[in-house]
């Protein structure tokens, strides 16, 4: 059997996969579209990255494609209803992402509020920065209200360094978790509209799928609280980018810090110049040690479903 994986994902991940798989993997970097539509023909699974789409015409290349194993949480890459349709089964990775992306996201929420970067900026380049009791002040987080829309594992994970560091955590989701969950949690339902209008800081942790898109649009961010933080490790498109920087120029939010972009990997060029935004390039799992464990459960999802076995986590299953 042969496996494509389209980008060089670390070698440790891949030793279980080569006893049992051909397998092609690029030297460095990732295989261009073209190197994957030709590669593909002769494959029975793909090992791919959520950056490659996956759309027909690669599923229609894939003439012996039988399961499509996508390293990350997030499939918005994919093209669900054709692998359904055509019975290819997919599966994804959600386990060795929480703990990665909880922590990246609150550091992004307590570097946006102590302005940890935007000072580190100004004394690099030796301009902007003044010294003084009464200078450089932020927002402490002790005390604050937490919103969290998608209250997933991620999202649990954030609500659990949240509570250790004195915020009330309030969230909102399609479906409503059990009483006794969310008071083991610590965490308090709100529907959409209370959620926006009660967070100190809110916190993006939904999938991408046609309800979400641009959920954080003109008419949403009007109804956040003055003063408040948005945070996205999500996906991009969740937020429309203009609308976002309208309501951090009128003053209304009072910063964003960013892991992904609606046009990603492009950013909107006014998030650039602004002290009080926090970026970083999609970096929720980079670790070695998450690249790591992604890459052996990508692996191990594969393996489970050659062996006719329920992989790890399915998105959609065998027909
Ligand atoms: C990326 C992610 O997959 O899990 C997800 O959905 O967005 C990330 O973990 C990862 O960065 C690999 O590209």
């Known amino acids: 059997m042969v496996c494509l994986v389209t980008y060089a994902i670390p070698d440790q991940a891949l030793t279980a996969l080569k006893e049992r798989f051909e397998v092609m993997i690029p030297e460095e970097g990732s295989f261009s579209r073209e190197e994957v539509l030709r590669l593909l023909p002769n494959c029975d699974a793909m090992l791919s990255m959520f950056s490659f789409k996956v759309d027909k015409e690669v599923m229609d290349a894939g003439k012996s494609l039988r399961i499509i194993s996508n390293f990350g949480v997030g499939f918005n890459n994919i093209d669900i209803a054709y692998a359904r349709e055509k019975g290819i089964v997919v599966t994804n990775t ?26 580190d900026a100004k004394l690099k380049r030796g301009t902007g920065i003044r010294w003084g009791v009464m200078e450089n002040l932020g927002v402490g987080l002790w005390g604050k209200t937490l919103g969290i829309v998608g209250l997933g594992n991620i999202g649990k994970a954030i609500a659990r360094r949240a509570l250790v560091a004195g915020m009330k955590v309030v969230y909102h989701n399609r479906h409503r978790l059990s009483e006794a969950e969310e008071k083991s949690l610590n965490v308090c339902y709100l529907s959409f509209d209370e959620l926006l209008a009660a967070s100190d800081y809110l916190s993006l942790n939904t999938h991408l799928n046609d309800s979400t898109l641009h959920l954080m649009n003109e008419s949403s961010f009007a ?28 003053g209304h939010l009072a910063g964003a810090g960013l892991d992904v972009y609606e046009f990603e990997p492009k950013i ?47 998105v959609v299953g065998a027909n």
């Open 268 to 314: 909107t060029e006014d998030l650039l110049s602004m002290d009080n935004v926090v970026l970083v390039p999609h970096i929720g799992t980079a670790t070695m040690d998450a690249r790591i464990a992604m890459g052996t459960y990508a692996v191990e999802n594969i393996l489970r479903f050659s062996r006719g076995e329920q992989p790890l986590s399915v």
């Open 94 to 119: 959600p386990d060795p992402v929480v703990e990665p992306t909880a922590e990246l996201a609150f550091a992004i929420m307590s570097d946006l509020s102590r302005r940890i970067t935007e000072c």
């Open 223 to 250: 109804k956040m609280k003055q003063g408040s933080f948005l945070i996205n490790t999500a996906r991009g498109p969740v937020v429309d980018e203009s609308a976002l920087v309208s309501v951090l120029r009128s």
